[in-house]
Nanobody, 121 residues
Framework: QVQLVESGGGLVQAGGSLRLSCAAS????????MAWFRQAPGKEREFVAS????????YYTDSVKGRFTNSRDNAKNTVYLQMNSLKPEDTAVYYC??????????????WGQGTQVTVSS
């Protein structure tokens, strides 16, 4: 059972940056692909970014390409989401998840509790 804990969320002005972290409880973390999803108020949870177990491959939804960077440090059992040039529409609860490399939520069996990101205009 992998437990995931996100941190790093907060309030930032448009154009600013935040770095989210997701720490895993198990060494088996390094065998999972990881992903970030987000859910804005009144909207469904959506895919943001994913990274393979080795960190070699990453994938991003179009709206964050060039602004967000997904990375991981398997020695620290941690995955990161560096978010630059933030926009008000990035406001959401951000979740990390562990599972198979995919954009579908159904491919991820382990989820964190979420961290709030609020971008003011």
């Amino acid at each position: 059972q992998v437990q995931l804990v996100e941190s790093g969320g907060g309030l930032v002005q448009a154009g600013g940056s935040l770095r989210l972290s997701c720490a895993a409880s198990e060494r088996s973390f390094s065998t999972y692909s990881m992903a970030w999803f987000r859910q804005a108020p009144g909207k469904e949870r959506e895919f943001v970014a994913s990274i393979t177990w080795s960190g070699t491959n990453t994938y991003y939804t179009d709206s964050v390409k060039g602004r967000f960077t997904n990375s991981r440090d398997n020695a620290k059992n941690t995955v990161y989401l560096q978010m630059n040039s933030l926009k008000p529409e990035d406001t959401a609860v951000y979740y990390c998840a562990a599972g198979d490399y995919n954009t579908s939520q159904r491919s991820y069996g382990y989820w964190g509790q979420g961290t709030q990101v609020t971008v003011s205009s």
